[in-house]
């Protein structure tokens, strides 16, 4: 079994800035992709970055410029950095992997959310 515990979030005001962190541990074999969504009120979960093993990562059009994920030393933690946020950024931000537990088998995984408040 795999956790993902996230942590990092809060309340900031308009231009501020939050990194996330999401930490994966359990039996690891190694880590495919790492991604970070989102989830305001009302709306559907949507994709905010993504970050392949070895590969580039890739953001949604609302937050370029602004966010930035990575993976230090490839290791099991992930982070997003957050730079001049919006009310929008308003959300439930969750991390996501696809962790292999043995060579050939891998299975999405999910942490439990942290909360996103930007206030005007």
């Known amino acids: 079994q795999v956790q993902l515990v996230e942590s990092g979030g809060g309340l900031v005001q308009a231009g501020g800035s939050l990194r996330l962190a999401c930490a994966a541990s359990?039996?690891?074999?190694?880590?495919?992709?790492m991604r970070w969504f989102r989830q305001a009120p009302g709306k559907q979960r949507e994709l905010v970055a993504a970050l392949p093993s070895g590969g580039t990562s890739n953001y949604a059009d609302s937050v370029k410029g602004r966010f930035t994920i990575s993976r230090p030393d490839n290791k099991n933690t992930v982070y997003l950095q957050m730079n001049s946020l919006k009310p929008e950024d308003t959300a439930v931000y969750y991390c996501?992997?696809?962790?292999?537990?043995?060579?050939?088998?891998?299975?999405?995984?999910w942490g439990q959310g942290t909360q996103v408040t930007v206030s005007s």
């Open positions: 996501n992997a696809d962790v292999y537990s043995t060579s050939y088998y891998h299975t999405d995984y």
């Open positions: 359990g039996r690891i074999f190694g880590i495919e992709v």
